[in-house]
């Protein structure tokens, strides 16, 4: 590691230098996972018009969410795995590209059958975005950052989705259906550009300084250690505290799931808006989620100055109150009102990205670096196992039960998930980090 950082200051005499790089870096990852969600959540914002145009049933459109939530599941940790063992930039750069490729080809889909083989493929590709989150925070900064850096990470989870009503309204408005999939497809590729042109590992960027480098590197922690896949998966099986992440993700992921995929048919049909309507409302629970995602590295440092918390415990106590903010999603069922459910549901976006974005921190917190984008590609599959079985109940349910019953759920589930971060991951010591 000495090494490195000597030959960086040489080179830095010669090379222009960005000042706080690393910053630059993760604004531009927050880019690519912005463009993923917009790609991703056109097809939430666009199920009422598909569901007339092409014939779709509400069933239908539960195994076409639950074919993009499989692939998904399935994907995470061999995306994770892959990202490993040939670098953040170029597998990163081969998945998006992929499901750039794929979210234009649903202008071709005439059927319910073709649009959930796309989403199938698509989903494989866009699994690549958890594990690269945790690659890229562990890569780019330094342990005592990695909390407030993994919260300004998370906007591009939600950030994306928040963009996404008013970017396909418009793009349907002028092209069509099939021109606003081709559009946000488009947008993905120009990232893949930018990408591959600004991005480099810290030992190889040609702008970041010596000093700078030597901040990232100032834990010392070991090189990566790179193991083939099947081993990785045992190694980390093993673990008690991935299990202490992985639970709370699976309970959290399906009110994720409702926001992206579900809300914008909810409003359709138990408040009846139109497209117009969806598209000036649906946003809002994912501006929520960016202030969520912001405000949640923030909030450990409340816990460490004003508690004492150590640096685990304070991701640990910011976790559990996203999960008591999440009760407000059980409150809509006691509500008619179109704006108040929005709130209500603004609030649960709150809440589980200050979840979300904790999640990966200890991911980052808890795990060496060969092992960062495999365990956090695990701990999506984990959330995303929960995240389309529950789409299929809503699938099956929801046109004759209403979505009342599962708005409880998702009320209560981060309660439940709450008590095994404590009980798996809480440290059970007094000092500080």
């Not at 990852?29 to 007339?52: C, D, H, Q, W």
């Not at 999440?326 to 976006?349: E, K, N, Q």
Request: charged share 10%.
């Amino acid at each position: 590691m000495s090494q490195g950082i000597n030959a960086g200051i040489s080179a830095s005499k010669t090379r222009r230098v960005v000042r706080h790089l690393r910053w630059w870096v993760l604004a531009l990852f927050l880019m690519g996972v912005t463009v993923n969600y917009i790609t991703r959540n056109s097809l939430g914002i666009l199920a009422p018009e598909l569901k007339s145009s092409i014939g779709i049933t509400t069933e239908q459109y539960s195994w076409i969410v639950g074919a993009f939530q499989l692939a998904y599941t399935l994907f995470q940790p061999i995306c994770g795995w892959l990202i490993d063992v040939i670098g953040l930039k170029l597998g990163f750069m081969i998945c998006a590209t992929l499901w750039a490729l794929m979210c234009i080809f649903h202008a071709g889909a005439g059927s319910w059958i073709q649009l959930a083989i796309l989403r199938f493929f698509m989903g494989s590709a866009e699994a690549a975005a958890t594990p690269a989150n945790a690659k890229t925070l562990g890569e780019w900064f330094p342990k005592k950052e990695r909390p407030v850096a993994a919260g300004w990470a998370g906007v591009g989870f939600s950030i994306g989705a928040m963009l996404a009503p008013p970017i396909i309204y418009f793009a349907h408005a002028s092209f069509g259906w099939q021109g606003a999939f081709m559009f946000t497809g488009v947008l993905a590729l120009v990232w893949v550009v930018l990408w591959w042109l600004f991005y480099q590992s810290p030992e190889k960027h040609p702008n970041l300084s010596a000093e700078e480098l030597a901040y990232i590197k100032q834990d010392n922690e070991p090189p990566a250690v790179r193991l083939p896949f099947f081993t990785a998966l045992k190694t980390v099986g093993k673990n008690k505290r991935f299990y202490g992440i992985a639970i709370p993700a699976f309970m959290a992921e399906p009110a994720w799931a409702v926001m992206s995929f579900w809300v914008p048919l909810y409003l359709a049909k138990e408040h009846g808006m139109d497209l117009k309507q969806i598209a000036m409302f649906a946003w809002l629970p994912f501006l929520a989620a960016d202030l969520g995602s912001v405000a949640s590295g923030y909030l450990t440092k409340v816990y460490v100055r004003v508690f004492g918390c150590t640096r685990v415990n304070s991701i640990v106590a910011s976790s559990v109150t996203g999960a008591f903010l999440m009760v407000s999603l059980a409150i809509v069922t006691l509500t008619r009102d179109p704006y108040i459910t929005i709130a209500l549901i603004s609030i649960g976006g709150f809440g589980h990205q200050i979840i979300s974005c904790m999640l990966s921190a200890l991911v980052v917190e808890s795990f060496d670096k060969g092992q960062m984008a495999t365990v956090n590609g695990m701990r999506g599959s984990c959330a995303w196992i929960a995240s389309f079985l529950f789409s299929l109940l809503i699938g099956v349910t929801a046109d004759k039960i209403g979505f009342n019953p599962l708005f409880i759920a998702m009320g209560l589930f981060d309660l439940i998930g709450a008590v095994f971060l404590i009980a798996f991951i809480a440290e059970r010591r007094a000092s500080r980090a």
